[in-house]
């Protein structure tokens, strides 16, 4: 059992808001997944020739003033970095691949949780609460995010094993429920090329969707793909720098509720995280039918 939530804002004065709103649908989501939260926030995005990296540093102490001195004698490109904790955003105009591979040789301890020109990225382990309040998510701001509280039942609780997942550019997926094939996904995609950094059956659904979005699919054809290759119990939460998107399997055991109105849609595994929202009484809602794609644009 874990807890989901999304929420796109339609009106850009809210954006300003989308962390204080969010904050209390992830609190609110903490019986359903008390072990480890996590969020990714799409902000403005950076110019074509830059990307931002979420980076995470654990319980490992990191002098990123020393960080980002080595990445600017390595590259030219100019590169800034914004710290948060034991969490930072590196936006550079290097190339992102070269980035990830000089932080495997010089800086192994620092994990590369996303890339992109729009997406940051936050987990930890510990009561969503907490984590929260570490990482100031009542102060971010942006267009839209998907966040994630979990109760671990098939893997451990690591800040790896934690939701969001990643793959590709801009692309985030969270999970409440259960794969069965999380293996059989894995042997067909690893002769491709395709890394896993965890034995968690989310990553195994992201990374298949990342794959199909890069064979030419657009997000919604991915997820129709899924529906013959993943099988299991599972509601789907994901974002693109210019999407939401919600689907439930065939038998829709997992709970899930959608409101919107003019200003927001909001989402969560239950009605509770939605109670505080801004005129949630004249919200539309419902709950999203079995093996039907919903999605949202900026």
Request: hydrophobic share 40%.
């Amino acid at each position: 059992m874990c807890g989901i939530v999304g929420l796109l804002v339609k009106n850009k004065a809210l954006r300003s808001q989308l962390g204080a709103l969010m904050v209390p649908m992830l609190t609110g989501m903490t019986e359903r997944g008390p072990d480890s939260a996590g969020l990714a926030v799409y902000t403005e995005p950076v110019s074509d020739d830059k990307h931002k990296l979420s980076l995470y540093s654990g319980e490992h102490a990191v002098d990123w003033s020393a960080l980002l001195a080595g990445l600017r004698e390595e590259f030219s490109a100019h590169s800034a970095i914004a710290i948060n904790g034991n969490h930072a955003v590196l936006t550079s105009a290097a190339d992102p691949d070269r980035l990830i591979d000089w932080f495997a040789r010089h800086a192994s301890t620092v994990a590369v949780l996303s890339v992109g020109h729009a997406i940051d990225l936050y987990k930890d382990v510990g009561a969503p609460a907490d984590i929260a309040r570490r990482y100031r998510f009542n102060t971010l701001s942006g267009t839209h995010l998907v966040g994630h509280t979990r109760m671990a039942t098939e893997s451990a609780v690591t800040p790896a094993h934690a939701h969001p997942f990643t793959a590709g550019r801009d692309f985030c997926l969270v999970h409440n429920g259960s794969l069965s094939n999380p293996h059989l996904v894995r042997k067909h995609l690893e002769p491709l090329g395709i890394e896993f950094e965890t034995d968690n059956d989310t990553e195994a659904a992201c990374r298949f969707f990342e794959w199909r979005l890069r064979e030419g699919d657009d997000l919604e054809s991915a997820v129709q793909r899924g529906f013959s290759e993943l099988d299991g119990f599972y509601t789907f939460l994901m974002g693109t720098d210019k999407e939401l998107l919600i689907v439930r399997d065939a038998f829709a055991c997992k709970p899930a509720i959608v409101a919107e109105t003019d200003d927001y849609v909001a989402i969560a595994s239950e009605f509770r995280s939605l109670a505080h929202l801004p005129h949630i009484a004249h919200a539309t809602l419902f709950e999203p039918k079995p093996e039907e794609i919903y999605s949202w644009r900026i």
